[in-house]
């Protein structure tokens, strides 16, 4: 299986610390790590001849699935949001990168992706990838909370509050599962919309934790000059690369947040930054598009 690299929290100040899980591994970073893994061990152990799964055309789960499949020798199949994008390969860094690490390119249109958890186009699918193991967009599912349940370790018992950014739901559900009661886990959605809530109550066995809904930054994949300056210069103070998607909003959130006085001066806060960075390339093709400043 994929082998884990162990990391060590990284001090910012004296009330916020962050976690590197991105380090973890070379190529399968952060959380999509801990959501493959078990998902993985299952496919192999079960003899499936491939894995299937589904993303956009910037998606960390591909990327990380396909770099995965590579390591681990075994074929994967990204079914892909999106015809147009067929033409897009060489000039979109994550299918690029995906396609070179041997994954099968499905793209299907947007309304047929809309699909991809009806059991019936699922058994369509799989009449063509016969005997793959199947992973929902984004990777979350059972086995994907238990991985994320080691993302904290006896050594992070001593903060108060646990903070990650939320797309699926499936990391923060791992965080909160293993948490203490005692501790506040604080999601920062990179999506509008309230739907999130009842995905990650599916999975949670603990009320420990709310969501910081003011950071989406117009919603997902959105980003503004306030959101890429506040990267760049978290980037040139501690030498640690955010992602636009993701980790960069929930940071932005925690700054605000100590600043305000809503995470309470006192506080032991840790920050999860699950990764992501894959996405800055492609980020940074399209704020050249517009003339704007990019990630550096």
């Not at 003899?47 to 591909?62: D, V």
């Amino acid at each position: 299986m994929l082998k884990i690299k162990t990391i060590e929290n990284i001090r910012l100040n004296s009330q916020l610390a962050l976690k590197p899980d991105y380090l973890i591994h070379p190529t399968v970073s952060g959380n999509k790590f801990r959501k493959l893994k078990y998902n993985l061990e299952t496919a192999l152990l079960e003899n499936y001849k491939g894995i299937l799964t589904f993303g956009g055309a910037y998606s960390n789960h591909i990327a990380a699935t396909a770099a995965a499949g590579q390591e681990l020798k075994i074929p994967t199949v990204g079914v892909i949001r999106g015809e147009e994008l067929i033409s897009q390969i060489d000039s979109n860094p994550t299918l690029r990168y995906a396609k070179s690490c041997g994954m099968h390119l499905e793209f299907v249109s947007r309304s047929a992706y809309k699909s991809k958890t009806d059991p019936v186009y699922l058994e369509q699918l799989l009449i063509t990838f016969k005997d793959h193991y199947v992973i929902p967009e984004g990777g979350t599912n059972e086995l994907a909370i238990k991985g994320c349940e080691e993302i904290l370790t006896e050594k992070d018992h001593s903060f108060d509050i646990i903070c990650c950014a939320v797309g699926t739901g499936g990391t923060i559900a791992g965080l909160i599962n293993g948490s203490l009661p005692t501790q506040k886990i604080i999601g920062f959605p990179a999506l509008k919309g309230h739907f999130i809530k009842q995905d990650i109550c599916k999975f949670a066995t603990q009320s420990n934790w709310e969501l910081c809904e003011d950071y989406h930054f117009g919603g997902y994949a959105k980003v503004d000059s306030k959101l890429i300056n506040f990267m760049n210069e978290f980037k040139s103070t501690y030498n640690i690369p955010l992602d636009p998607v993701y980790t960069a909003k929930m940071m932005y959130g925690i700054f605000e947040g100590i600043r305000s006085g809503e995470i309470p001066k006192r506080a032991k806060v840790l920050a999860i930054h699950t990764g992501g960075l894959q996405g800055i390339d492609g980020m940074n093709l399209r704020l050249k598009q517009k003339n704007l400043e990019e990630i550096i």
